[in-house]
């Protein structure tokens, strides 16, 4: 990812027509996003009668798709709980088994900025800085109002990169 940057950035800088050059980094943001999604799911009402996972639902019934559960689930995704940004080089996958910001109609408008705005600052972090998490810090991920957070924010150690 830092070569794909360094590939695209000068003194530090990165051009906004850049960004949707980066495939790499585009992946480490969707394979982040699927492994800590933002909000672990959503609420949905049935608008008609529906069979879902067997299950006949009337309609009216509300139903609450689970993000995290599905972006873990080993038939879409060989070993889930790995790190694993290729996965998403040169492929789009489902609606069905990728949905960080929901899916469907009431998608999350802000999908496409927040995206193009990771990608941005993760871009201009690595043109101009080496970061690493702090030491001793373990992330622990909990749940405030309809988001999950790491629970005491996320202290990384910054240094300057050289010239």
Do not use: Q
């Amino acid at each position: 990812m830092r070569a794909e940057v360094d590939g695209v950035t000068a003194s530090g800088h990165v051009a906004i027509e850049d960004v949707g050059r980066l495939e790499y980094l585009d992946a480490v943001v969707r394979e982040t996003l699927r492994l800590n999604p933002v909000i672990p799911d959503v609420l949905r009402l049935v608008k008609r009668p529906m069979r879902i996972g067997g299950v006949d639902l009337p309609a009216g019934v509300a139903v609450a798709p689970n993000i995290h559960a599905a972006h873990r689930r080993p038939e879409a995704w060989p070993e889930p709980d790995r790190f694993r940004p290729e996965r998403f080089v040169g492929t789009r996958p489902s609606p069905y088994e990728f949905f960080p910001f929901g899916g469907g109609s009431r998608r999350c408008l802000g999908m496409a900025f927040a995206l193009y705005e990771m990608k941005v600052v993760l871009a201009t972090l690595l043109a101009r800085a080496d970061f690493t998490l702090a030491p001793g810090y373990r992330v622990r991920v909990v749940r405030r109002n309809i988001t999950w957070v790491p629970s005491e924010g996320m202290p990384v150690v910054l240094a300057r990169r050289a010239a």
